[in-house]
């Protein structure tokens, strides 16, 4: 598309635009990519800066929507966009649209390929330096909002250089292992629609015993009382399918009721014992670790 002369439009209430979908793109830094929008939407007016994105057409789905907007906007077409959640002014105040499909993506695309097909620029900003810009208040509130999430912190995680993580087999009485199935829309690389171990990154300074317990809270909504170390594998030689370069593995037995268990991250949660392993499709890590768990002395000390 061509680019866009300056636009001036009707002042628009909060929740008074109608359904869009935008995209947060996170580099290795933590950076977001804005757009400095050139249409004159009061209180900040023509050179705010929003995330990109833009209304629903026809019979597009919110996902469409994000990659043709991105796309017309940029001249990028994204591979690894994921969807994070649906808003309205309920949930972010003075948000302009009526209800915003939110989705973030980590290709890493630098600002040389970019291009400027509507809007006056974008740039690339850190969340540290976004009390500078010039915004409208229901941005502000929405990038606040999703630089507090799992999704953005986890992300930054990933593109680390160097990434430790930790798994957390959690068992029940019966010896069956806790397993998380992992969210659809993941990249191929992070295993899609598999069965893995739940888990996580560390941040930075985080030691890995405390990484474990706050984990497994945020993806389940339980905080253990107890966990015992099994083993810390690393990416090379051991398993070079791991996404992280050092795992820390951490067992216990708490015995949860899988019905209690909230569905904070993934699809899914359910216990497996160790003869259901073969049935079930999961990363090779995961599985190798799994398998030599259950024929460990720490899990004969507990079953046997």
Known sequence: MARRTLDRVPYKAPGSGREGSCIFLIQADGSILLQQRSDDVAPAGIGRWAPPGGG?????????????EFAEE??????????????TPAEVPELLPSCLHVFFADDQVPRSRIEVNEGLDFQYHHPDGFA?????????HLLARFIATDAYRGTVSMLRPRKDGVGVVVLDRWGRALLQLRDADLPPDHYPNQWSIPGGILEPGEAPDACAFREFEEETGVLLEDLKFYRM?????DFPTSI???????YGDPDLDEAEIEVNEGQAFRYFAPSELASIEMPVHARTILEGFFESADYRRLFH
């Open 56 to 68: 629903r057409e026809g019979g597009e789905t919110p996902r469409e929507t994000a990659l043709r």
């Open 244 to 250: 992280t370069d050092a795992y820390h593995i951490y």
């Open 233 to 237: 594998f690393r990416k090379d030689p």
């Open 74 to 87: 940029t001249g990028v077409q994204l591979e690894r966009l994921r969807f994070l959640e649906t808003v």
């Open 132 to 140: 500078t810009l010039k915004m409208n208040p229901g941005t502000r």
